[in-house]
């Protein structure tokens, strides 16, 4: 592949469903350094497209399900993917129980105990993250560093409904 086909397969916006209010500012702030970090750096093409990316991601919650609207930087459709949130439930739900724990403890605990929340939460993190490529197989290929931050994402979205 050549040097602009390695370019195009990349987000440059994402945006989250605007229906949702604000969420915690910790919450705000993962939110916040997920979309950073993705724009900074991501690989991501939806399978079968035959124009060119760069290309824009809208997620939101649509009756419970997981949605990816995907667009050119143009605005040109490109592809929309709906997916059961059910196989991340679990791991969404865990997750979060974990986020809490170690907001918690990053103001109150021993750096030992934010170190030992902390692994797990990088753990579950994972999981998620493989979960989501897992659910996305054959729709859109992502790397591992970029399902992570879309993970953070889609939690940030069932948090907040």
Request: charged fraction near 30%; aromatic fraction near 8%.
């Amino acid at each position: 592949m050549n040097a602009k086909a390695n370019g195009a397969r990349k987000l440059i916006d994402i945006t989250l469903d605007a229906g949702f209010g604000r969420s915690t500012p910790d919450v705000e702030h993962e939110r916040a350094v997920a979309i950073f970090d993705l724009i900074e750096e991501n690989s991501f093409a939806p399978v079968g497209d035959t124009g060119d990316g760069p290309y824009a991601l809208k997620l939101s919650l649509v009756e419970h399900r997981l949605s990816f609207d995907i667009r050119r930087e143009t605005g040109e459709d490109v592809a929309t993917h709906i997916l059961s949130l059910s196989p991340l439930r679990k791991i969404v739900k865990d997750y979060r129980f974990i986020c809490e724990s170690y907001y918690e403890a990053i103001r109150l605990a021993s750096p030992a105990k934010i170190e030992a929340i902390d692994m797990g939460r990088r753990g579950l993190h994972d999981e998620g993250a493989q979960a989501l490529r897992d659910r996305l197989d054959g729709k859109i290929l992502l790397d591992f560093a970029t399902a992570r931050r879309l993970f953070t994402l889609i939690c940030v979205l069932h948090w907040k409904s």
